[in-house]
T-cell receptor, first 114, second 119 residues
Framework: KAGVTQTPRYLIKTRGQQVTLSCSPI?????VSWYQQTPGQGLQFLFE???????NKGNFPGRFSGRQFSNSRSEMNVSTLELGDSALYLC?????????????FGSGTRLTVV | AQSVTQLGSHVSVSEGALVLLRCNYS??????LFWYVQYPNQGLQLLLK??????LVKGINGFEAEFKKSETSFHLTKPSAHMSDAAEYFC?????????????????FGKGTKLSVIP
């Protein structure tokens, strides 16, 4: 079965712009989580969506937002981009319940803010 | 509080030598633990998963990990390193989200260990 698909793979934006990243989870997975990865901070949790509802949110400013659609596809948006937002953004999907737990990650979107 | 701690941000081994990457977990996490590998400019790939069925877990690419409750450890090993094993490795555990209702977990990661393999 198809894996987690993230688009686009690479993105260059200017400070002050906004950006939208997309993630299509594995078929049947209803949980989608987003992470930001930087060399200095490592993997930091952004938010998780389950059945179109944000179930959990990490410690990021309100400029970072997301949503999930009825087909479980998810988008995350970053407004008023800052240089420090340059990072690899990873999306992961998971089944429900601990017995099915185990994230499957996409290849990520590399965002560069100039 | 940190749920998983990886000892050593960078480990170097010679090709053919034993690989040992260390991970310790908080006793409060559920007994589910994961190791992921990340190659440059790629996402994370699941290496193996512990789900209480057996304490020694075998994963892909010849890796295995042993769950030791007495030591709260879940170290990753491989008998003989290969050049293609050079990557970053992450230990992870799901922490329950009490405020989000039963069955809600967030996967929390260690800071990662970068493995270099010397020819």
């Amino acid at each position: 079965k198809a894996g987690v698909t993230q688009t686009p793979r690479y993105l260059i934006k200017t400070r002050g712009q906004q950006v939208t990243l997309s993630c299509s989870p594995i078929s049947g997975h209803r949980s989608v989580s987003w992470y930001q990865q930087t060399p200095g901070q490592g993997l930091q949790f952004l938010f998780e969506y389950f059945s179109e509802t944000q179930r959990n949110k990490g410690n990021f400013p309100g400029r970072f937002s997301g949503r999930q659609f009825s087909n479980s596809r998810s988008e995350m948006n970053v407004s008023t981009l800052e240089l420090g937002d340059s990072a690899l953004y990873l999306c992961a999907s998971s089944g429900t319940g601990l017995e099915n737990y185990g994230y499957t990650f996409g290849s990520g979107t590399r965002l560069t803010v100039v | 509080a940190q749920s998983v701690t990886q000892l050593g941000s960078h480990v170097s081994v010679s090709e053919g030598a034993l690989v040992l990457l260390r991970c310790n977990y908080s006793s409060s996490v559920p007994p589910y633990l994961f190791w992921y590998v990340q190659y440059p400019n790629q996402g994370l790939q699941l290496l193996l998963k512990y789900t209480s069925a057996a304490t020694l877990v075998k994963g892909i690419n010849g890796f295995e990990a042993e769950f030791k409750k007495s030591e709260t450890s879940f170290h990753l090993t491989k008998p003989s390193a290969h050049m293609s094993d050079a990557a970053e490795y992450f230990c992870a555990a799901p922490i329950p989200l009490a405020y989000s209702g039963a069955g809600s977990y967030q996967l929390t990661f260690g800071k990662g260990t970068k493995l270099s393999v010397i020819p």
